[in-house]
Nanobody
Framework: QVQFVVSGGGLVQPGGSLRLSCAVS????????MGWYRQAPGKQRELVAV???????NTADSVKGRFTISRDNAKNTVYLQMNSLKPEDTAVYYC???????????????WGQGTQVTVSS
């Protein structure tokens, strides 16, 4: 059982900023990657940014220079600082992690609740 606590979504004007937060807890034996995906209306879910336990990051080209992912390993929390938001950033943002629930298992993907980000004037 993996639990997510997600916060930070909302309505913001173009050019504004939001900060998403996701804390993971529960039956986590080893926590590897954490990050964010998003799904806009009529589109497939896409990766926004991900960070590994070692600090390596992968960020979508569409948000590079505007979004920054960070991670607090002590709190099992991942953040997404979103600046210079555009209307096309409007989507449901999903917290993601890759983790082992047991020491003998294989890593699995887990998904948290979605939080709505709306960029509109």
């Amino acid at each position: 059982q993996v639990q997510f606590v997600v916060s930070g979504g909302g309505l913001v004007q173009p050019g504004g900023s939001l900060r998403l937060s996701c804390a993971v807890s529960g039956s986590i034996f080893s926590l590897f990657a954490m990050g964010w995906y998003r799904q806009a209306p009529g589109k497939q879910r896409e990766l926004v940014a991900v960070v590994t336990s070692g600090g390596n990051t992968n960020t979508a080209d569409s948000v590079k220079g505007r979004f920054t992912i960070s991670r607090d390993n002590a709190k099992n929390t991942v953040y997404l600082q979103m600046n210079s938001l555009k209307p096309e950033d409007t989507a449901v943002y999903y917290c993601y992690c890759n983790a082992k629930s047991t020491g003998w298992g294989r890593p699995s993907d887990y998904w948290g609740q979605g939080t709505q980000v709306t960029v509109s004037s």
